[in-house]
């Protein structure tokens, strides 16, 4: 083949990857958390919720109603999970829920993530007000078993996934704006309740744990609210997209 050729069909090739990344769907992705410490309290341009860092973190469940989500003009997304790692670690093992606005409509999905590797959407149809329950638990050979259930509908879903660097170095319950190139914009999820949360079996409460608020460029997009007296319960309230 000819060198004039070969820069011929290099440029041919190039195009057609230009043109089908053009078209290409948007996937969002939850990341590790990008944070500033103030003691016990936190800001996070994509995280909110409350986490727990410094190691030997093996397990981490909670339940939370899936919040109805208003459409905007302007695509916008939210995240809750489960997960470990992600605070202070490179990997995250996680599962949760979307509410995301896309197109004019609501979209509502459930998903797991071994970051850094692209989420993978689960086949279970759920809807706003459906009760989750999620769990992310880790066993000493590297491996994860991520678990969800939907108890309103009975559905469930579970997978056992490897992630040899993982440090388990922290444990959260979240609510994030997910990243695509960047930050996205915050759904307006109104309010989400998270219930029952554990780390390693005992209440969040039982640690030094880390209360967080997404900010972004001096924006607050959600706040959330102190635990319960059971140490296992909070919200978090949706303000700025």
Sequence with gaps: MTRSRSVFLFIVALALLLALAAVAPTLAGAVPMNHTR???????????????????????????????????????YSSFWVGLDGDGSGTVEQLGTDSDSVGGAAVYEVWYEMYPHWPKYVAMTIKPGDTMTGSVTAAASGAFTLSITDKTTGQSFTVTAKMKRAKRYSAEVIAEAPWSGGVLPLANFGSVGFTGC???????????????????????????????????????TWKHF
Excluded: H
Excluded at 46 to 66: L, M, P, R
Excluded at 210 to 236: C, Q, R
């Design 198 to 236: 554990t780390f390693n079996d005992k209440p969040i409460s039982a640690f030094n744990w880390n209360k967080i608020d997404m900010v972004e460029n001096g924006a607050t997009k959600d706040v959330t609210g102190p635990l319960d007296g059971t140490g296992t319960a909070f919200s978090i």
């Design 38 to 76: 103030f003691g016990t309290a936190t800001t996070s341009t994509n995280w909110s919720g409350y986490d727990a860092t410094g190691g030997g973190f093996t397990s981490v469940t909670a339940t939370w109603t899936v919040p109805t989500v208003s459409p905007s003009l302007t695509d916008a």
